[in-house]
Every structure is written in C-alpha cells, then in structure tokens.
C-alpha cells in the first residue's frame, strides 16, 4: 500500500477505530511517500505535457511546482487542463487556474480527503469545514475563528489540534497565542471556491490565494507604511517571522514606493524607499507565492539582481527581503544562502505580523 505524506496520518488514526481495520491493513506492508522534490516535480510535469503534445515553457511549468508543492495528482489535474490550450504565459494559466478551482476534478480530490478525515474524526464534517473555510478566510487563531464562525471557543481549538495532528494544519506559537495555516496545497483554493456562494469578495481571495494578487498586496502594504510617524521594529521570534535571518527587521516611514523597469537585471518586485530625518533605506522586495518550499536557486537569483541594482543606482543602505505570502516556506539550504547573501526571509507568519503592525488587512 503507497500513502502520500497526508494520508499515512489518516490511516494511523483509521486503524485505531476498531480491531477489524487493524488487522486488515496489518496484512500490507505501507510506505510513506512525500511530495515529489522539484526537479522530480519538473520531470513529472514535462513528461505529461509531452505525452499531451505540449511543448510547455520552464515558467510556466515551476508555477505549477510551486502551486501544487509536488503533488502528483494535482499537477496531473493542471496539466491536463492547460496542455489542449498549449498555455504560454503566466496571465493565460492564472485565467486557466481560476477557472480551475471550482472544477469537477479539483471537488473530487478534495471531497474525498475531507471524507477520510471525516471517518477518522472526532467532529462532523460540517464542523471541520467550517473551521478550515474560516483559516482559508484569514482567520489563524482558536478566538477569532470561534467568534467569526459563532461556535465555542474549546470547539474550534479542538478541532484544530486535530487537524494538526492528522496533517492538514501547521501551528505556530507567537507570544501567548497559535497561530494556525492550512498546510495542504490547493486546498484554501477550493475551500473558497466551494462556498454556496461566492461573493466579490471571496473572489478576490481565490485569486490571492493562487499568489495572482501578491505582488499588488505587497505594494499596498508598503504604501501604508507611508503613514508611520516612527520606525517599526518588529524582533525576530525562534525564527518564526524571519527564519533567523535577522535578528529584528525596521522600517522607516516610507516616502515612495516604485517597481524598476528595464533588463531582466533591474526587474525586482518592488523597492520602496524608507526616509526618515538624514536616514534613508532602500528596501529592495521580492515576493514569492508557493505551496513548495522556495529553493535556494530563487534566493541565488535575488541576490544577483540586488547586487546590479545597488550598482547600478549607487545605493549606499539597503535591505533586501524575500517575502513568501504562501504556505510552502523555505528549503533549509535557501536559509543558508541568504545568510549569506545578507537577504531577509520572512515567512507567512513573518508577514501577518508587519501586516498587522501595519494595520493592513489581512492575507487570506
């Protein structure tokens, strides 16, 4: 019996239900397999666009890396979709991912991991639906989840220290609160798209959670920050906001915000420049939405384009940071290269804390 990473959790707790099951599943041997690696991811994707008769671009196939985090059946849903319209750019597979999202083949696959989890659960489904559609909103803590979904507080954490335990949820303690995300990929997607109805508003969210509107959010976030009247110093917390990359990060009030037009050399996401009496910080930004862990060749990237940059434009003070607004963090060897390169990682956690130093609204 072959069992992704998710359901060897299930069936652990499947064969404690009852003495029957035990026995059955004792009689095959399991083993746990995890999502593929990205060049494995890669080769999967290649090889099923050219069994399609598509010729598919690097670009567009580690997009589906990292959207997908290397699950196999969910790279098979995508490419299936977007091989007979030989997609070429990124607008054109967005458009193809929207669409996606509220697809026969998307609701299977999620109907049945949910359906499994109901077996194995000590709440319905309906509860654990509502509990993980309110995460997918935005919602990462035991009181603000019981309040927006109107149900008990001891409820809501139950239900989310169970699915911890079982897989689908990572946690992480930030002062005297848990801070709790969906962990699987796709899934805050299709937990959004399935709602009896979808608003303007979850539309957006869709489109946010497919990382289609990080790079504006980003923006915006540092467009408020134009209105500080002092530095905001947010510290560093056992590597939870900023993998230990730095032990604190400040930002300046800042004075403008720009995109760098030009050669493929100068096109960072976005600078925003931080002012403050004769102080003055370059903050040199690149965004990164993945549900795969971002590999160190991305941080190598960065680092080649800040250097030009600073050259070119004769900045004496900086600050680069790689921001990743997904779920997939950042491969341990990529926290070692930005070490190196003097380059801040900040995690999803890391960026719902300056958003909500900010007072910004809050990613989904």
Known sequence: MLSTSLSWHLLEKYTQLSPARKAFLALFTTRRIEPLTKDSSLKLIQHLSKTLEYNIPNSIAERIYEITGGIPALIEII?????????????????????????????????????????????????????????????????????????????????????????????????????????????????????????????????????????????????????????????????MLFNNTTEQLEILPIHSVYIPRGPPHRQLDLVAIGRLGTKETYYLIENKYTMAPIPPSYIERFAERVKMFVTEEKIKNYVAIMIQGGEGDYHPASIATAIKNKIITVTKTGLLQIVKQLGYPKIA
Do not use: C
Request: charged share 30%.
């Open 79 to 239: 490419v299936s979709h977007i091989a007979p319209r030989q997609v070429r750019d990124m607008d054109e597979l967005n458009n193809i991912l929207e669409k996606l999202s509220k697809s026969t083949e998307l609701n299977d696959f999620f109907e049945a991991i949910i359906d499994f989890i109901d077996e194995v659960s000590r709440h319905g489904k309906t509860i654990i639906m509502r509990v993980m559609r309110s995460i997918a909103e935005g919602n990462t803590t035991p009181k603000i989840i019981a309040r927006s979904e109107r149900m008990d507080y001891n409820v809501a954490y139950n239900v989310l220290e169970e699915l911890v335990e079982i897989g689908f949820v990572t946690k992480q303690k930030l002062r005297k609160e848990n801070i709790y995300l969906l962990k699987y990929p796709l899934m805050k997607t299709w937990l959004l798209a399935s709602k009896p109805y979808v608003s303007t508003k979850d539309k957006q969210k869709i489109r946010m959670s497919l990382g289609i509107m990080f790079d504006k959010y980003v923006e915006g976030l540092f467009r408020q920050a134009k209105k500080l009247t002092a530095p905001l110093i947010i510290k560093e917390r056992n590597g």
